[in-house]
């Protein structure tokens, strides 16, 4: 089926550096998100993004986040700086239509990031 | 269950058996979506309801929607190894534009 991908796998950083998390979404898909989970939590919304700008974010966006799909090459998510809180598994996801009720949403293995 | 802030739940059972996951919403939803999660990998939808289904099946897996006590269950009939995995279920957000989910359970099919 569709596949979203996600580079790095794994990223260790030092607190108050900068990090872009990268995600190719599905080829064909419109609307993207990132979320993200704490180990042993539930997975969290952070945005989505369409037509090249934010539609909602929620509280953890906080302003060091920020997200962007130049040209329609990669979907990031930088964080800059990190904080210790932002160690997390952050997950992209995309889809063809707004991925709240019906439209479904396909996810990346996700970007296991470490801030040290 | 799960839902709200409780720690992911653990369920281990023998092959064969059948499991129901139940989990319950606080905000008003059309739909619920139970997705599966692997080790190593982001969640896949796996099935999902809406609110005028009381009921949904896809092979093996069972799912339930009681609009009124907003809860949903998941069942599996005689589980395999194979269906080892994290479950969730999730909701649309009041907004429409992404989903909300649960702490999830991690169930263990064992021989």
């Known amino acids: 089926g569709p596949k979203v991908l996600q580079i790095p796998s794994h990223q260790i950083i030092d607190m108050g550096q900068m990090v872009t998390l990268n995600c190719d979404p599905v080829?064909?898909?419109?609307?993207f998100y990132w979320y993200k989970q704490i180990l042993g939590q539930q997975m969290e919304f952070l945005v989505n993004?369409?037509?090249?700008?934010?539609?909602?974010k929620s509280k953890l966006f906080k302003d060091q986040f920020s997200v962007e799909r130049p040209d329609g090459s990669y979907f990031t998510l930088k964080i800059q700086p990190t904080a210790l809180e932002d160690s997390a598994v952050y997950f992209c996801?995309?889809?063809?239509?707004?991925?709240?009720?019906?439209?479904?949403?396909?996810f990346g293995p996700g970007t296991r990031l470490t801030v040290l | 269950s799960q839902w709200g802030e409780e720690n992911l739940q653990a369920l281990s059972i023998q092959e064969g058996e059948d499991v129901t996951m139940n989990c319950s919403y606080k905000?008003?939803?059309?739909?619920v979506h139970w997705y599966r999660q692997d080790s190593g990998r982001g969640p896949a939808l796996i099935i999902l309801?809406?609110?005028?289904?009381r009921e949904k099946r896809s092979g093996r897996l069972r799912a339930t929607l009681d609009t009124s006590s907003q809860s949903s269950s998941l069942s599996i009939t005689a589980a395999q190894c194979e269906d080892t995995a994290v479950y969730f279920c999730?909701?649309?957000?009041?907004?429409?534009?992404?989903?909300?989910f649960g702490t999830g359970t991690k169930l263990q099919v064992v021989p």
């Open positions: 080829s064909n898909h419109l609307y």
């Open positions: 999730a909701t649309a957000a009041n907004s429409g534009t992404y989903q909300r």
């Open positions: 905000t008003y939803t059309t739909v």
């Open positions: 996801a995309s889809s063809s239509g707004l991925g709240g009720n019906y439209a479904e949403q396909f």
């Open positions: 309801i809406r609110s005028n289904e």
């Open positions: 993004f369409y037509n090249g700008k934010v539609m909602e």
